[in-house]
Structure formats: structure tokens, C-alpha cells
């Protein structure tokens, strides 16, 4: 008999993404459903599972483990959010009414707006506050049911503010049970100080801050944010492959409001993604779903600013690409920190099915920050890590937005959300 620790019974449906691994082509449409299921973990890692008539006999409950009833509920894997801004300081509904009066994003920015002003307040926030700012957005993030996440930093542009962001990440993992994924994103805005002069500004992130970083092993990503007004193709080819050479994978803001080619270099650097593409060319789009850069889209952007258009998911499925969705949560273009808003935007604006937004939010978003091995599933040897949702099946979930139906949540196999409220640390 297989030793447990946890155990939930009573499954009505449990609901896996089309592949453990990444799930493009048909495996992109396709949901592994179980009914009558039970599931079983040790030390936090997934034992067995199967149905309630297959798992009878296989497993022993130690002592002092625990055994929940479902209710017969749909569960699910912990859903997973591959693009994150979490550590920035202070809000901007100021600029957010001003874009209701028709201000570009573009317009905030040359009036000294936009990430710049989040940088103001990131730099004089203390760490201790951020950490605290960063803990309560992390409870939000797990009561719609993320439970592992990427990170940026990006709202410092500075050493001390870099690095300030990145620990403030570091500390903050060792309170909070969500996992975190940190990125290095020091090239998200040219500071006033080196305009004109953005590849002088790389080089000083070259040789300041990014050693500083692995030192203390405070990223594993590195991105940059590829745009017009931003950092040009070029300064992305150099920094990105001095980065790699540095030892770190990258990521690439690529393609969101114009094109310039930046998905094509997040595929020909092997970059583990490329996220927003809403700007993105059919040739392009060839090139990265032939490759294994993941697409992360971001809805909530195109939703956020009202742009009036989305990234092509349905055309990047169609050719095969690897295509996660994330929240791109941030102070300036989504604040929103739900996983399952983004999978309603997925369903409701962007064309996917249900099967597809679903695969996108658990596996294929694991796949984009390099965890499909630990979470996005739920499988033998993995983090039991998973959603009891109080619907019926995960048709239900799509059909019925605006409900809060995440009732309990288990993160490596212990109860961090019980009947819809985060559980006591």
C-alpha cells in the first residue's frame, strides 16, 4: 500500500490539460476528464490517482495526515500566471481615468507618467513594505486560484531599486506558500537620464546589476521589453545574448503594440517565451510555433487599455505554436491579478475554447517559466497542487463568469484556501 499524507476523495470531475508536458496542436484541445476520482500525495509530491474504485486498497492515510471529502466538486491543477509585474509600489487610477477620456498608454508615458511614475514610488517604498504590498496581492492571486507565478522587477531601472524589487520577491516566497519565479527586467524603460542613449543604459545592467543578481541568485530570467520608444530589435539581440552568455534563460516582451520582428528573435535565441504578441505578423508566427518558445498572450492588456483588438491565439493554435495566457498584472496597462479572468477573456474575447484557455492557464503557462516538470498538472511525481471548485465540471467554469468558485485550494498537498478564505499561517 501506498504511505499518504493527503488525500481527497469524493471527486466528481478532475480535470488535467491535454499533455503533462505542453500541450500544442491536439493535445491544445483536448482535457483529460476523470470522474469519481480520487487523488493522494507524500511530502507535497502526488502518490497516485485515479478513480475511487481503481485507488480502493492502494493507499495507507499516516498518522496525523489528512483526508478531505470533495463534495463531489470539480478539481483542478493550481493554475499558473507566466507573466507578472507583482513588486511595484503605489497605484495609477489617475492615468487609468485619463485613458477613459481617450489618453494613449503612449501619451501617459511622454507626460511622465506611466512606468515612470510607478519607478518614483518603487524607489522610495522600504523593502519591508513592499514585501507586505507583495503578500497581500499574493493572497488575491490564491483566493482566484494561482498558486506558482513569474515575477518582474523592471520598477527600479537602478541597482538599489533592482535589486530592492528581487529581494523583496525572495523574501516574500519564504512567507507566502505561492510559488514564485523571479525575472530580471531592468531593460523595461530607458531612464530619463540615458535617453537617446539606450544601448549605453544596457551595458550598464551588463556590467552593474546583473552580476549582482546571480550573485545572489535573485532571477533566473532575464527580459526586456522590446517596442517602439522602448528598446529597439538590436538593443534586444545584444543584451538578450550577453544575458544568456551570463547564464540566465530569457523571456521577451515582443511585438505588443508594434511589430519589429521581436518574436522572431525570442525564437532564434531560444528564449523561453515571448509574451504579448498582439502586434504580431502571420510570418512571424510561422517561425516561433515551429519552435519551442512559448506564446504568452495577455488579454488583459487589449481588455485593460480598450484597445479594440486582441493577439491572434487562434491563428498561433492553428500553426502548432505552444500558447500560454497570463494576467501581465501592473499598475499601468491590467491591474488584474485573476488567472480566471484571464481565462474568461481567453474564452469570451480571444476565440478560444474552453479546452484551449484551459490548457493555457495550467500547463502550457508552467511550460513558460520552465515548471511543466513540477505544476500545471496534476500527475504522479508532481506538486500536489490543486483548485476544489465549487461548480459541477469545467464547462460550468466558462459559462458562469463573475462567481468566485474557488472553495479550497492545496499547495504540495496542504490547505492554504479553506471555504474561500486564505488559511491561517
Not at 503533462?20 to 476523470?34: F, H, I, K, N
Not at 486560484?145 to 531599486?161: C, N, P, Q, R
Not at 495577455?298 to 500553426?319: K, Q
Not at 466558462?398 to 490547505?415: F, R
Request: aromatic share 6%; glycine share 10%.
Amino acid at each position: 500500500m501506498i504511505p499518504v499524507d493527503t488525500v481527497v476523495r469524493n471527486i466528481g470531475c478532475l480535470v488535467n490539460p491535454g499533455s503533462d508536458r505542453g500541450a500544442r496542436g491536439r493535445e491544445a484541445d483536448t482535457l483529460r476528464v476523470l470522474e469519481d476520482a480520487c487523488i493522494g500525495s507524500s511530502q507535497g509530491r502526488i502518490a497516485f490517482l485515479g478513480t475511487e474504485k481503481e485507488c480502493r486498497g492502494r493507499w495507507r492515510l499516516q498518522p496525523g495526515g489528512m483526508e478531505l471529502d470533495a463534495g463531489g466538486k470539480l478539481v483542478l491543477p493550481g493554475l499558473v500566471d507566466p507573466h507578472t509585474h507583482l513588486p511595484f509600489a503605489g497605484t495609477r487610477q489617475d492615468e487609468f481615468q485619463l485613458k477613459l477620456q481617450g489618453v494613449s498608454y503612449q501619451e501617459i508615458a511622454r507626460r511622465g507618467g506611466g512606468i515612470k511614475g510607478t519607478v518614483r514610488k518603487t524607489r522610495e517604498i522600504p523593502l519591508p513594505d513592499l514585501v507586505a504590498t507583495c503578500q497581500e496581492r499574493l493572497d488575491r492571486m490564491l483566493l482566484s486560484g494561482t498558486t506558482t507565478l513569474e515575477a518582474k522587477s523592471g520598477y527600479g531601472l537602478d541597482l538599489d531599486g533592482e535589486l530592492k524589487q528581487l529581494r523583496a520577491l525572495r523574501e516574500v516566497s519564504g512567507r507566502h506558500p505561492s510559488t514564485i519565479v523571479s525575472t530580471f527586467m531592468g531593460a523595461h524603460e530607458i531612464p530619463d537620464e540615458f535617453r537617446g542613449r539606450s544601448r549605453e543604459f544596457l551595458d550598464r545592467l551588463l556590467a552593474e546589476v546583473l552580476p549582482r543578481v546571480r550573485e545572489e541568485g535573485l532571477a533566473e530570467f532575464v527580459d526586456i521589453f522590446c517596442e517602439e520608444g522602448y528598446f529597439s530589435y538590436e538593443d534586444a539581440e545584444y543584451y538578450l545574448q550577453r544575458a544568456a552568455q551570463a547564464g540566465f534563460r530569457l523571456k521577451m516582451h515582443a511585438d505588443e503594440f508594434t511589430s519589429n520582428n521581436a518574436a522572431e528573435l525570442a525564437a532564434r535565441l531560444h528564449a523561453v517565451s515571448a509574451e504579448h504578441l498582439i502586434a504580431i505578423r502571420p510570418e512571424e508566427i510561422a517561425r516561433i510555433a515551429a519552435s519551442d518558445t512559448v506564446c504568452v498572450l495577455l488579454p488583459g492588456v487589449s481588455f485593460f487599455l480598450r484597445l479594440g483588438r486582441y493577439a491572434p491565439a487562434r491563428e498561433i493554435l492553428a500553426s502548432g505554436g505552444l500558447l500560454a495566457l497570463g494576467t501581465d498584472f501592473n499598475p499601468g496597462s491590467s491591474m488584474i491579478s485573476s488567472q480566471l479572468f484571464i481565462f474568461h477573456l481567453g474564452v469570451y474575447q480571444m476565440g478560444m475554447t474552453i479546452e484551449q484557455a484551459l490548457n493555457a492557464v495550467t500547463i502550457n503557462a508552467a511550460c513558460a517559466i520552465g515548471r511543466q516538470h513540477r505544476v500545471g498538472s496534476l500527475a504522479e511525481g508532481k506538486d500536489m497542487d490543486l483548485l476544489v471548485m465549487d461548480v459541477p465540471d469545467h464547462r460550468y467554469l466558462a459559462y458562469h463568469p463573475g462567481i468566485e468558485p474557488v472553495h479550497t485550494v492545496l499547495k504540495g498537498g496542504k490547505p492554504v484556501v479553506r471555504e474561500r478564505r486564505v488559511a491561517a499561517r
